[in-house]
């Protein structure tokens, strides 16, 4: 589970390589198709953008796989395009 916290200990770590489920503490307020997830390495940099959908009352975003390092993961609103959240994630 994701949580929206600050700090270097706040990040969340998965396996570098392998898939993995984000899984964030957003409950979708709309739609299925109204939320996109995106990955920014540590400068800004676009990694990799999917779709976020809801699962168990939550966003989710299916990662197949990151490479080693820290990244900025990004919850959007499709409709404003505005960011709704902000996570921390190491993948080691």
Do not use: C
């Not at 990040?11 to 979708?28: C, E, H, N, Q, T």
């Not at 109204?34 to 390495?41: L, M, P, T």
């Not at 919850?75 to 190491?90: D, H, M």
Request: aromatic fraction near 8%; glycine fraction near 8%.
């Amino acid at each position: 589970m994701m949580q929206s916290l600050r700090g270097p200990q706040a990040a969340a770590r998965i396996i570098a390589g392998k898939p993995a489920l984000l899984v964030f503490d957003i409950a979708p307020d709309s739609g299925p198709d109204e939320y996109d997830g995106q990955i920014v390495n540590l400068v800004g940099v676009e990694i990799f953008t999917a779709r976020a959908t809801p699962r168990d009352r939550h966003l989710a975003v299916l990662v197949k796989k990151l490479p080693k390092g820290s990244y900025w993961v990004r919850i959007y609103s499709k409709r404003s395009r505005e960011p709704i959240a902000e996570y921390g994630l190491r993948a080691e």
